[in-house]
């Protein structure tokens, strides 16, 4: 057994010499009868491998064809801020070489050997969006069949550069490219094709892909334009790699804690439009949902405006707006209860068509104590009315016509008291109504883009 083995290295060994040596005729045969017995080392192992400088080929106008194939193993990371796109690639190479062939029948079978690949030509495939220093591990090898076709892999942790849009933020999807080219040679002496089909490579790198963190590969696709420098032209093939953004951690993170504190903030409007208590636990809330921006800070793009942003935005905007229209309406009841304004027509005759029942406004209560009864002191205009002195009251009081005024006066008072009051429940509806309409297209938003 170890006879056998021995035998077998000494035949890789002649091979491999073998494939190199200058021979007659436009291929090298190798002639692998009596290995066993006429095998001997050679020393003109390092002048062989000084072929490796030229390209494999017959006659120089006749281009090498490069077959390219790869595999995303893991996407490693994407950063929005620097634009780049990190993932874990196995990058495979095939091509001839017209001078290596040999009968596995007359070679104990054998049909591919390996070799070091810095004893090799290799072509100059890079990647045009590549942003890093090359880490491509040394001493790696090929192999090389019996009929000259050399098959070199090698993996690769690619940083390039890409064109991210995050307005979508976090229901993103990203087109990021990986374009393969020579560095040197043109069309007219390197070719570029495919080894598999770009499908395949989807599938494949969807079957395999190991990282199942942020992103997602949702597919990939080729094209294969020519690339103009100056007078040359290279041969290229643009990879479009299309990924998705799993949105479920931000949804939890970000866009449920903000539609609780906005769906608290407006059952607030329940409270008593007059209540001391209103204005402290909207002012609580604002203060919370600013924390809460605070410490989710890091989890938003550092750059660019997604529209979860301007969803911020406006959510900080309405509470500061209920916060406000809480404070002005406090104020609005305060001067009423103590020097109530008189109301401008236009106003009044607003609050009128919105009352109506006829209006397709915001119904206000039409009970006449609501809205009054956490107002102290403050009495129903009838019942003011009601309370009126009659002749007898008034001759018994000697002072008929400044009495009826003073009572005139405060059924007046009552009555703008109750017109204010009205105001500010129809302010307090229509911001309601704004609460809902702002959630309810928030909700339809992100369902939509979720789905899409």
Not at 124 to 129: A, C, G, L, R, V
Not at 212 to 219: F, P, Q
Not at 301 to 307: E, F, Q, R
Not at 376 to 396: F, I, Q, V
Request: a neutral charge; proline letters at 6%.
């Amino acid at each position: 057994m170890d006879r056998s083995w021995f035998r077998r290295e000494r035949l890789y060994f002649f091979l491999v010499l073998s494939l190199l040596l200058p021979g007659r005729g436009s291929t090298f045969t190798i002639n692998c009868t009596g290995f066993g017995q006429n095998g001997k080392y050679m020393t003109a192992l390092d002048s062989v491998f000084e072929r490796k400088a030229f390209r494999p080929a017959i006659n120089f106008s006749i281009p090498t064809i490069v077959n390219i194939s790869f595999t995303v193993s893991a996407i490693l990371d994407v950063d929005e801020q620097l634009q780049l796109f990190s993932s874990f690639l196995w990058l495979e190479m095939v091509w001839d070489n017209p001078f290596i062939s040999w009968n596995p029948e007359e070679c104990e079978g054998i049909s591919k050997i390996s070799v070091a690949t810095k004893n090799l030509w290799l072509p100059d495939i890079f990647i045009t969006e590549f942003m890093d220093v090359d880490k491509t591990p040394k001493g790696l090898k090929a192999f090389i069949s019996n009929e000259g076709r050399i098959r070199y892999k090698k993996p690769m942790k690619v940083v390039s550069i890409c064109n991210l849009n995050i307005f979508y933020f976090p229901f993103d999807q990203q087109n990021c490219t990986l374009t393969f080219s020579s560095f040197l040679y043109t069309v007219e002496y390197i070719s570029l094709g495919m080894e598999n089909e770009v499908w395949e490579i989807a599938h494949t790198s969807q079957d395999i892909i190991q990282t199942h963190g942020e992103w997602e590969l949702l597919g990939i696709n080729k094209a294969t334009p020519k690339k103009s420098v100056g007078t040359n032209l290279y041969d290229q093939i643009i990879f479009y790699v299309a990924i998705r953004r799993r949105p479920k951690f931000y949804i939890m993170n970000l866009l449920v804690p903000s539609s609780f504190l906005v769906t608290i903030d407006a059952f607030s409007f329940y409270l008593p439009a007059g209540s001391k208590d209103r204005a402290p636990f909207k002012i609580t809330l604002l203060l919370g949902y600013n924390v809460f921006l605070l410490m989710m800070n890091d989890l938003l793009p550092a750059s660019g405006t997604p529209l979860i942003s301007v969803y911020f935005a406006l959510c900080l905007s309405l509470m500061v707006l209920s916060l406000l229209e809480t404070i002005f309406i406090s104020y609005l009841l305060d001067l009423a209860i103590t020097q109530p304004p008189p109301m401008p027509r236009w106003l009044h005759f607003l609050l009128l068509h919105c009352t109506s029942p006829r209006t397709c406004c915001p119904a206000v209560p039409q009970k006449r104590n609501t809205g009054l009864d956490h107002l102290p002191g403050m009495k129903e205009p009838m019942e003011l009315a009601g309370k009126l002195p009659g002749p007898r009251e008034t001759k018994l009081n000697g002072c008929p016509g400044s009495t009826r005024a003073q009572q005139e006066d405060k059924a007046q008072k009552q009555h703008l008291v109750s017109l204010w009051v009205q105001f500010s429940h129809m302010m307090d509806t229509l911001l309601f109504c704004l609460y809902l309409i702002f959630l309810a297209t928030s909700i339809v938003t992100v369902i939509i883009l979720w789905n899409t």
